[in-house]
């Protein structure tokens, strides 16, 4: 959704739960034309990192600033919660509704996946986890299949790929930026 003007925190709250009924952008299976993507940032080690990581992810801390998220749940990510990425492009706010879909919480796994839904600039789904590997390293990971929805963003397809590039990157380091001390 493009606006002129950044919405209000009235109409944020009124999009969210009008969007609560509304259907993926896409279909499963998935047909050819999505670009899948996986980044991995490694963010330490230790029980301590896996810890701050998780509460991190929990509370939305790997969203770049220049990307707001607009959200009912003041923390944590579940299933069904709508959330929206707002984020000023070209002097217009884009409002980027998304669903999410599962947590993906193990042993070794602390995250969750959403996926787009009609009002999205991109069609697809993408994955925020933390990952404890075997040798103890603590990695933050960002999965992701893709395509544009919106015609700005299918004309401007370069300049969409080097946002989604740059919120990977952005995102990356407001995770390490988290851990610090």
């Given at each position: 959704?493009?606006?002129?003007?950044?919405?209000?925190?009235?109409?944020?709250?009124?999009?969210?739960?009008?969007?609560?009924?509304?259907?993926?952008?896409?279909?499963?299976?998935?047909?050819?034309?999505?670009?899948?993507?996986?980044?991995?940032?490694?963010?330490?080690?230790?029980?301590?990192?896996?810890?701050?990581?998780?509460?991190?992810?929990?509370?939305?801390?790997?969203?770049?600033?220049?990307?707001?998220?607009?959200?009912?749940?003041?923390?944590?990510?579940?299933?069904?919660?709508?959330?929206?990425?707002?984020?000023?492009?070209?002097?217009?706010?884009?409002?980027?509704?998304?669903?999410?879909?599962?947590?993906?919480?193990?042993?070794?796994?602390h995250g969750f996946v959403y996926g787009t839904l009609p009002e999205h600039a991109?069609?697809?789904?993408?994955?925020?986890?933390?990952?404890?590997?075997?040798?103890?390293?603590?990695?933050?990971?960002?999965?992701?299949?893709?395509?544009?929805?919106?015609?700005?963003?299918?004309?401007?397809?370069?300049?969409?790929?080097?946002?989604?590039?740059?919120?990977?990157?952005?995102?990356?380091?407001?995770?390490?930026?988290?851990?610090?001390?």
């Amino acid at each position: 959704m493009i606006c002129l003007q950044k919405p209000t925190p009235e109409r944020l709250r009124h999009l969210l739960e009008s969007w609560s009924d509304e259907p993926l952008s896409y279909t499963t299976p998935l047909r050819d034309g999505f670009i899948a993507d996986e980044h991995h940032e490694r963010l330490g080690s230790g029980e301590e990192t896996w810890r701050e990581a998780c509460e991190a992810l929990d509370a939305w801390r790997m969203f770049p600033a220049w990307a707001e998220v607009s959200r009912q749940a003041i923390k944590g990510q579940e299933a069904g919660q709508i959330v929206a990425m707002m984020v000023r492009i070209c002097g217009l706010w884009w409002v980027n509704p998304c669903r999410i879909l599962r947590r993906c919480d193990s042993e070794h796994t602390h995250g969750f996946v959403y996926g787009t839904l009609p009002e999205h600039a991109e069609c697809g789904e993408e994955q925020f986890v933390i990952e404890r590997r075997p040798d103890g390293s603590v990695w933050y990971v960002i999965r992701a299949f893709s395509h544009p929805r919106h015609w700005m963003a299918w004309l401007g397809f370069p300049l969409a790929r080097w946002w989604q590039c740059r919120f990977v990157r952005d995102s990356q380091r407001r995770m390490q930026e988290a851990l610090q001390p």
